[in-house]
């Protein structure tokens, strides 16, 4: 966690960790309305620009083996380990 670069991943990060279902999976579309919301995507003017910032995000954090790759576009997955140490 201390290795990701800047405020924006790591609360991305944080906020994947703590909207995890029982499946360990979550939503994009809620994590794009819930970093709008809380603020954590910063320098975006549109929806697009959001949404593009946030899979930039996702795919950074997927990389650093921190989320894994659910195989469909709408979902990021967490391992158990991963969820529980960011608690």
Known sequence: YDKLKGEELQSVFL?????V???N??????????SMGLGFIKDVETMEEARNALH?????????????????NKWVSIHD???HVAK
């Open 15 to 19: 906020l994947c960790a703590s909207e």
């Open 81 to 83: 380990l991963v969820k």
């Open 56 to 72: 930039s995000l996702l795919k950074k954090l997927q990389q650093s083996c921190l989320l894994l790759d659910t195989g469909n």
């Open 25 to 34: 999976d979550v939503y994009i579309l809620d994590l794009l309305k819930y």
């Open 21 to 23: 279902g029982s499946a």
